[in-house]
């Protein structure tokens, strides 16, 4: 039977989480994928093919989302946007990388919407933060209810728990 | 046995000239409008074909297809080079209706290329489509499968959306641009 696990960074990420906040309060890793009004979402890629009727870019090849402070490595992104340019939802895929400050997290898949503000990270997800890394077969980062969802989560220390871990 | 008065066979001799003229006229008539009708079949080909053409202070030229204007090609001056078989146009507006999407290229100058059926647009070139603007230095359109290339750098922009990169192909049928490297984009997230 699957375990799932909801984490309120309080518990199992707060040090990082803590100190990315630097105000005492709590937030979810990732926190700075929020959108921010009128806030620009940079795309760097080789190569990309965009469908001007149905508002869906794909990108190829070395692609890198830099969005607040959050930065999204993968192999392929599909991101579909509304008419004003409003990103309503990013598919990243392969080898994909999401890092926020000394936090990152990595999986096969990334999934953003934004009408829900939810990341879905899937394929071994793992979440490194302080010395502190999370497995599991699914992460869901709610970042409106400051929340990680995780299905069969592992939890690993590090010994020194100043030393993030690499991957 | 009476012989015929002089007058009644002169008459009938007149009379057998009338109508073997008549005949012949009608004939040649005939001819005429048949090889008359061809000439007007053949004139725009024949033109563009084996004369040299010189226009200036504005030409416009529109293609057909199936009963539907395929594309509208106006600009401001055109000289066609028939021993070259190309044309050079200068600010050349080309309108290209495609069923799902009416596309218009502009540029400084032009050259049709009238044995591969494209047209190589330089300098300042602009694509409007839908909301989009494209700019780039230069751009070639295979004006019957309506595909544009390019190998130098495109910038497209729309409404909260900047895309950059080098290298493009540019399907205006069906409103998708690809752009081959080094590919930038921006969008602008709602205030």
Redesign the interface.
């Known amino acids: 039977m699957k375990k799932i696990l909801t984490v309120l960074l309080v518990a199992l990420l707060a040090p990082a989480a803590m100190a990315q906040a630097g105000k005492g309060k709590s937030e979810v890793a990732f926190s700075g994928f929020t959108?921010?009004?009128?806030?620009?979402?940079?795309?760097?890629?080789?190569?990309?093919?965009?469908?001007?009727?149905e508002r869906r870019?794909e990108?190829e090849g070395k692609v890198l989302v830099k969005k607040g402070k959050s930065l999204i490595y993968c192999d392929r992104l599909a991101?579909n946007?509304l008419?004003?340019?409003?990103?309503q939802r990013l598919n990243a895929q392969g080898s994909v990388k999401l890092v926020e400050g000394k936090s990152f997290a990595t999986g096969d898949e990334l999934e953003y919407l934004k009408d829900q503000d939810k990341i879905w990270l899937k394929g071994s997800p793992e979440l490194a933060s302080e010395g502190q890394i999370l497995l599991g077969e699914l992460m869901v980062f709610d970042l409106n209810h400051n929340k990680l969802l995780v299905e069969n989560p592992r939890i690993q220390f590090s010994r020194n728990s100043n030393e993030s871990p690499q991957k | 046995m009476n012989p015929q008065p002089r007058d009644a066979r002169s008459a009938l001799r007149r009379r057998k000239i009338f109508e073997y003229c008549a005949m012949l006229a009608l004939v040649l008539a005939m001819a005429g409008l048949y090889f008359l009708g061809r000439g007007r079949e053949g004139r725009q080909e024949q033109i563009f074909a084996r004369s040299g053409l010189e226009l200036q202070g504005g030409f416009f030229a529109s293609r057909f297809e199936n009963g539907a204007l395929s594309f509208s090609l106006q600009g401001r001056d055109f000289n066609y080079y028939p021993d070259q078989g190309r044309a050079e146009m200068s600010e050349p507006s080309v309108k290209i209706f495609a069923p799902e999407e009416t596309v218009l290229v502009k540029g400084k100058t032009a050259r049709f290329l009238a044995k591969t059926r494209r047209i190589e647009i330089e300098d300042q070139v602009e694509v409007r489509v839908r909301d989009y603007l494209a700019q780039t230095p230069a751009l070639s359109c295979d004006l019957d499968q309506r595909i544009c290339r390019g190998e130098k750098q495109i910038a497209v922009s729309g409404r909260g959306v900047e895309l950059t990169g080098q290298g493009y192909i540019f399907d205006l049928g069906k409103g998708r641009i690809k752009i081959l490297s080094g590919v930038k984009g921006k969008f602008k997230q709602e205030p």
Do not use: H, R, T
Not at chain 1, 38 to 46: R, W
């Open positions: 959108w921010a009004p009128g806030e620009l979402v940079e795309i760097n890629a080789d190569k990309m093919s965009v469908s001007l009727s870019a990108f991101v946007y008419e004003s340019g409003q990103v």
